[in-house]
Nanobody
Framework: DVQLVESGGGLVPPGGSLRLSCVAS????????MTWVRQLPGQGLEWVAS????????HYDDALKGRFTISRDNAKNTLYLQLNDLKIEDTAMYYC??????????RGQGTQVTVSA
């Protein structure tokens, strides 16, 4: 079975940074494009970023580009999302998704990011 386990969330002040991780199993991770999405309180899923299977192509929501960086380590079956200069409006549950350039697909249980002073 496909399993995605996110970690790395937490409580940070505005301007802080976090690195989210997602360990994948149950499928050929190295052959699969991956995506990060988030769900803000009371809202639907929002696409954040995607990366192709080899890691050479990355795509970002225009509003987040420059602060967030998606990457992957295929040897470790792990997807990452580096979050810099966090803002209060970045507070959300962040999920990794087995998909490329869309929010649909199998996702993990999520990791909570809370930005607060």
């Amino acid at each position: 079975d496909v399993q995605l386990v996110e970690s790395g969330g937490g409580l940070v002040p505005p301007g802080g940074s976090l690195r989210l991780s997602c360990v994948a199993s149950g499928f050929m991770f190295k052959n699969t494009g991956m995506t990060w999405v988030r769900q803000l309180p009371g809202q639907g899923l929002e696409w954040v970023a995607s990366i192709n299977s080899g890691g050479g192509n990355t795509h970002y929501d225009d509003a987040l580009k420059g602060r967030f960086t998606i990457s992957r380590d295929n040897a470790k079956n792990t997807l990452y999302l580096q979050l810099n200069d966090l803002k209060i409006e970045d507070t959300a549950m962040y999920y990794c998704v087995k998909s490329y350039l869309n929010v649909g697909g199998v996702r993990g249980q999520g990791t909570q990011v809370t930005v607060s002073a």
